[in-house]
Structure formats: C-alpha cells, structure tokens
T-cell receptor, first 112, second 114 residues
Framework: GNSVTQMEGPVTLSEEAFLTINCTYT??????LFWYVQYPGEGLQLLLK?????DKGSNKGFEATYRKETTSFHLEKGSVQVSDSAVYFC???????????FGKGTRLSVIA | KAGVTQTPRYLIKTRGQQVTLSCSPI?????VSWYQQTPGQGLQFLFE???????NKGNFPGRFSGRQFSNSRSEMNVSTLELGDSALYLC?????????????FGSGTRLTVV
C-alpha cells in the first residue's frame, strides 16, 4: 500500500540554522506530494506541494523537490526562525480518489 | 474566501455517550475527509465523502460513521464513546485536480471522553 516515512523527531535547532527533514514514500504510479505544518493548538496548514517528478514546491522559505528516482521529498529551509517551531507532516495522495496518507510527523523546535 | 469550519472546537463527553461533529467545507469543494489525530497513532484516516457518497473508509469500528449533505457539509458521529476516542478530529476539504488534490484542513474538534 501507499506509505510515507519521515525522520523521527524532535529536531532542535538554533535560529538561522539550516533545516532538513527527510521524507521518503512508497506508492504506485505518480502520487502528489505535500508538506503540512501544524502549529500548537491548530489544524494542519498546507506548506507546499509538488504534483510530478522534479517539481519543486516552495513557500515561506521552505523548499522540497519531488525525486522519483529516490522516492523522496525532503523539506529544507536555509535559515530557520523561532516562529518555524511546529510539527511538520509529509504526505502523499496517490490519485484524486484515494485518501491523503501522512507520515508520523516531525516536531521542530527552534531556539533563539 | 472562508476556510473549512469545524464545530464545536471543544467537547467533553462521558464514556458511553454519543457525539456528532460538524464540518463545513470551502465553498465549491465536494470532497470532505475526516482524520483522527492522537499522540500515539498520529493522523489516521476515518472516511471521505464525495457528492454525498462515502468514497473511502479507513480502518475504524462501526461506531464511527459519517454523512455528507447536498450542500457538501459533513457530519461524523461516534456512538458508545470510549476513553480511547479522545482525540483531535480534523476535517479537510478538497477541490480535486484544481488544487493538485491537496486538502485544506479545519482547526479541528478536540474531543475528551471522561
């Protein structure tokens, strides 16, 4: 079946450090890939997405590239801020008729 | 435009009771999905409705049910509540291909069963 594996947290970084959160997936065909972010006490917000191989999604300084050959969609940010502290979820949707499948989430804490 | 609205935001129920949660999707979105989020299990898919029909169902007992109305609003019901049903219940709507099949989530309903 379809699945997403992302790195275990928590991840603690100093402000302005470089961030990478690894995400790999298993799916048939060509899924759409997503990163969602959840701030404390809130629902999930779409951070970025990519719908085909080699697409790069980007938003708010975060980037992720859809790598079909390595089945990966790693999240990166060049310089994190305290306000980036949240839980990040990698997800895939195999087609328009299948549910969104999530990884277990990675908690990021950024300290000043 | 208005986002996904879930009501109520918080609920406290007693074991054995039943509960109904409501979700209003983004205008024009016909797909509504429900997820349960707990610290131990993460985000687990409950069911998806599209044009008033259940299109997908997760691996939850029959105590969990849902429905969708002609205006795309959706409700989920949990009967005979158990302590383990305490969770954040998230609703999401999708605009299909136009949105790259992504979901927009509501803020959730925090259910506590005592």
């Amino acid at each position: 079946g379809n699945s997403v594996t992302q790195m275990e947290g928590p991840v603690t970084l100093s402000e302005e450090a470089f961030l990478t959160i690894n995400c790999t997936y298993t799916a048939t065909g060509y899924p759409s890939l997503f990163w969602y972010v959840q701030y404390p006490g809130e629902g999930l917000q779409l951070l970025l997405k990519a719908t085909k191989a080699d697409d790069k999604g980007s938003n708010k300084g975060f980037e992720a590239t859809y790598r079909k050959e390595t089945t990966s969609f790693h999240l990166e940010k060049g310089s994190v801020q305290v306000s980036d502290s949240a839980v990040y979820f990698c997800a895939l949707r195999a087609s328009g008729n299948t549910p969104l499948v999530f990884g277990k989430g990675t908690r990021l804490s950024v300290i000043a | 435009k208005a986002g996904v609205t879930q009501t109520p935001r918080y609920l406290i129920k007693t074991r054995g009771q039943q509960v109904t949660l409501s979700c209003s999707p983004i205008s024009g979105h016909r797909s509504v999905s429900w997820y349960q989020q707990t610290p131990g299990q993460g985000l687990q898919f409950l069911f998806e409705y599209f044009s008033e029909t259940q299109r997908n169902k997760g691996n939850f007992p029959g105590r969990f049910s849902g429905r969708q109305f002609s205006n795309s609003r959706s409700e989920m019901n949990v009967s005979t509540l158990e302590l383990g049903d305490s969770a954040l219940y998230l609703c999401a709507s999708s605009g299909g291909l136009r949105s790259g099949y992504g979901y927009t989530f509501g803020s959730g309903t925090r259910l506590t069963v005592v």
